[in-house]
């Protein structure tokens, strides 16, 4: 099972970008799919934006299309996710998740990753 470090959160203006850093221990980061969600205050943590094992899909919510793009670099077992034009809604704890998945240029549903990293702080202000 993969440990899973976020880094790059911080407080923004709106309007402003930011890119978040999602590193993972071990050797076989490229078995797994992964994942960004958003836990905002006083909400249920919800996806953000999902990619496939090798980087060839890459799934966004309405909110985030457009404005977010995930991506990963298997030979450094890091994932990113590059955020422009935050909002105030963009706010909260941004968490790294990882779901070990046989098909390499699919994602699962977002209720089967299990391993999750601490988490990083966005805060955008309005």
């Known amino acids: 099972q993969v440990h899973l470090v976020e880094s790059g959160g911080g407080l923004v203006q709106a309007g402003a970008s930011l890119r978040l850093s999602c590193t993972a221990s071990g050797s076989t980061f490229d078995t797994y799919s992964m994942a960004w969600f958003l836990q905002a205050p006083g909400k249920e943590r919800e996806l953000v934006a999902a990619i496939s094992r090798n980087g060839w899909r890459a799934d966004y919510t309405d909110s985030a299309k457009g404005r977010f793009t995930i991506s990963r670099d298997n030979a450094k077992n890091t994932m990113y996710l590059q955020m422009n034009s935050l909002k105030f809604e963009d706010t909260g704890v941004y968490y790294c998740?990882?779901?070990?998945?046989?098909?390499?240029?699919?994602?699962?549903?977002?209720?089967?990753?299990?391993?999750w990293g601490q988490g990083t702080q966005v805060t955008v202000s309005s």
């Open positions: 998740a990882a779901k070990q998945f046989s098909a390499e240029w699919d994602t699962p549903d977002s209720a089967l990753y299990d391993t």
